[in-house]
């Protein structure tokens, strides 16, 4: 498990083939949409301030990943819904890891496969507290065709270069 800062986030998408949109004047590259990623699944929940609920869906779409190797999940906005945050849990399981920078610093969260238990926790906690987090799950160095979003509009949201089904056999 390591944590990221904005350039070692950035560099590690452009060493996995992951597109960036580094448009002139843009200020911080942003991903780019991918045009091979036909398969859409979209998911409203009401996961948000509900750990039951959030960890539930938190163990689906790290399910959904597959096999990889590493995966990025890329935090890109929070403070939306404040109140819901808890970020004194948050930055306490950022010191389990022996990270001390804020989450601003370091919106990177870089996870190996042995880390598979901490993706989810973490995943369930960006759920619960209404951020915005991408997940980008790689193997052998390589993207692996698949991106999760989170949304702190309460949806996630599944692209893939192949049709995969991550919602519940009630949803």
Do not use: K
Request: glycine fraction near 6%; hydrophobic fraction near 45%; include cysteine.
């Amino acid at each position: 498990m390591d944590f990221l800062d904005h350039t070692l986030t950035w560099d590690w998408c452009r060493e996995h083939g992951v597109a960036l949109d580094e448009g002139e004047g843009s200020v911080a590259p942003r991903l780019a949409d991918d045009p091979t990623l036909t398969h859409r699944e979209r998911e409203v929940h009401s996961a948000a301030a509900d750990t039951a609920a959030a960890r539930a869906l938190a163990g689906r779409l790290a399910a959904a990943l597959g096999a990889w190797d590493e995966c990025l999940a890329w935090v890109t906005d929070w403070d939306v819904w404040q109140n819901e945050e808890d970020w004194p849990r948050y930055y306490a399981w950022r010191a389990r890891f022996g990270e001390r920078r804020s989450l601003s610093a370091a919106p990177g969260h870089l996870f190996d496969a042995e880390d598979a238990d901490a993706l989810g926790e973490f995943l369930a906690h960006a759920i619960e507290c209404g951020w915005d987090v991408t997940l980008l799950p790689a193997r052998l160095g390589r993207s692996t065709g698949l991106r999760v979003r989170t949304s702190h509009d309460e949806w996630v949201e599944l692209r893939a270069a192949r049709p995969i089904d991550f919602r519940s056999p009630a949803a």
